[in-house]
């Protein structure tokens, strides 16, 4: 087989050379064989692929598809971005909204309740309930437990509003109230026992009749 031949089937390797030892080859020969050899190679790997088309057509098209991938992405996370600036801007507009309803809803019944009940210092007593006051999902306030933050109910079974809470707390603390002045009749009161219905245990100490009750009570030996 010569070497043309071997070209022409796509052979890389050259069979054993039959040529008479003393041919010689010019540049153009070996340009020749080289041409052949090329294009019997690129026709033999490119004929499964002769279907899709001419392979320079082919390489545009991926260029083409690749360049308009990127440029979705770019869109899209320009997109993405713009999303996230508008949910960040409405999840500060809800949480103004929010913040307005509890204003409106929990902190100054808080406040007002705490003063219409003589409390010495409104504000300390709303900081101190705050956490028990909640907006339940229809905007609606609840009193809850503070270990269970399940809804808290009275001993009537209604559920607790603001201001038996907040009444409930002032009764159980007397040391938040305010002291009431002295009238007449108090004054002539003060210090005057029932021997017989006295009872410790209904004493306030932190109220100044009681204190002087407890007094008399004990000079009286009743304790």
């Not at 307005?100 to 809803?105: D, L, P, Q, S, T």
């Not at 003063?115 to 956490?131: F, G, I």
């Not at 509003?161 to 009431?180: G, W």
């Not at 108090?186 to 245990?201: A, E, H, R, S």
């Amino acid at each position: 087989m010569s070497i043309e031949e071997q070209s022409a089937t796509g052979d890389t390797e050259f069979a054993q050379d039959t040529t008479p030892a003393d041919r010689t080859y010019t540049q153009r020969d070996v340009d020749d064989m080289m041409a052949r050899m090329k294009s019997s190679l690129t026709k033999k790997l490119s004929s499964r692929y002769e279907d899709l088309g001419d392979p320079d057509e082919l390489r545009a098209i991926v260029e083409q598809h690749k360049k308009r991938e990127h440029d979705n992405a770019m869109r899209r996370g320009e997109f993405d971005k713009i999303m996230a600036e508008l949910a960040s801007k409405k999840d500060a507009e809800i949480a103004k909204r929010d913040d307005i309803i509890r204003e409106f809803k929990i902190e100054q019944p808080l406040i007002n309740l705490a003063a219409q009940y003589k409390s010495v210092n409104p504000e300390q007593v709303k900081a101190l309930l705050r956490a028990g006051v909640r907006l339940n999902e229809d905007g609606e306030v609840e009193v809850i437990d503070s270990k269970t933050q399940q809804v808290k109910y009275r001993n009537d079974g209604k559920p607790y509003d603001v201001e038996s809470y907040v009444r409930e707390f002032l009764d159980s603390n007397p040391h938040f109230v305010a002291a009431s002045p002295a009238t007449t009749n108090t004054q002539t009161n003060v210090g005057k026992i029932n021997t017989n219905t006295f009872d410790l245990k209904k004493l306030d100490l932190t109220r100044a009749d009681h204190r002087e009750q407890y007094k008399q009570a004990k000079k009286a030996g009743l304790i």
